[in-house]
């Protein structure tokens, strides 16, 4: 079957005012990860793959984007 791996990132206010000045996704990205419980593609499949619910070449393909 296939498995899920998700990014998630809340969008509080310095998200959204980066969001709506248009800045870069590597700006977003950066800000996301100063919040708290923000997990990366690669850091969620690695997760998965600890847990078993995911192959490991799978969470390595993900994690060399």
């Not at 509080?12 to 996704?25: H, N, P, Q, R």
């Not at 996301?32 to 969470?59: C, F, K, N």
């Amino acid at each position: 079957g296939r498995q899920v791996i998700s990014e998630l990132m809340r969008c509080d206010g310095k998200i959204t005012e980066l969001v709506s000045a248009s800045a870069g996704a590597d700006r977003i990205r950066a800000e996301a990860r100063r919040q708290p419980g923000y997990r990366s593609l690669a850091e969620d499949a690695i997760q998965q793959s600890l847990e078993g619910r995911l192959d490991w070449s799978d969470a390595r393909r993900v994690a060399e984007r």
